[in-house]
């Protein structure tokens, strides 16, 4: 028997594999020569980025409401989503939230840091640097007649400072 691409509303037999989910080969629909095309070029267009960028891309409100077309089914949200990505004419890659996500693009553990550091997820490294120094001043044991709470802290601060110049490549 002859399996049908899995195109929407394509009778043509599927022989070409298209994996369902990111980073899973196991998971495959069978689409036709042309439909394999479309869907490469797609797929290859989120391969550059990271789950989070992917996630912000689908949750964008760009994407959603982009009208006529129903998400009824996971299949078609795909195909829209690809549509979208591959032609961006809401030119959601060039919209400056799509620009700030990606330069704020932060690690659970940065954004501890920047609590701990009580700094917002938005700081610059020469804010970083000024709060640091502040803080290292603030709870210094030798201004605190060697409080154990205020060392505690002081440790915390410094932990998470080193954590934050790492992420952002100073040195
Ligand atoms: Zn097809």
Known sequence: MKIICDWENCNKEGSYRAPVERDNSKNFKLLCLEHIKIFNKKWNYFSNMNDEEI???IKSDLTWHKPTKSF???ENFF?????NALEDKLNIFKSSNFKNFKKTKLSNTDRDALDIMGLNYEAKWEEIQKKFKYLVKKYHPDKNLGSK???DNL?????????????MGKK
């Open 55 to 57: 996630e912000y891309f």
């Open 72 to 74: 009824s089914s996971s």
């Open 79 to 83: 195909n829209i989503l690809w549509n």
């Open 149 to 151: 709470k205020f060392e």
């Open 155 to 167: 440790k915390k601060i410094t932990l998470a400072y080193s954590q934050l110049k790492i992420s």
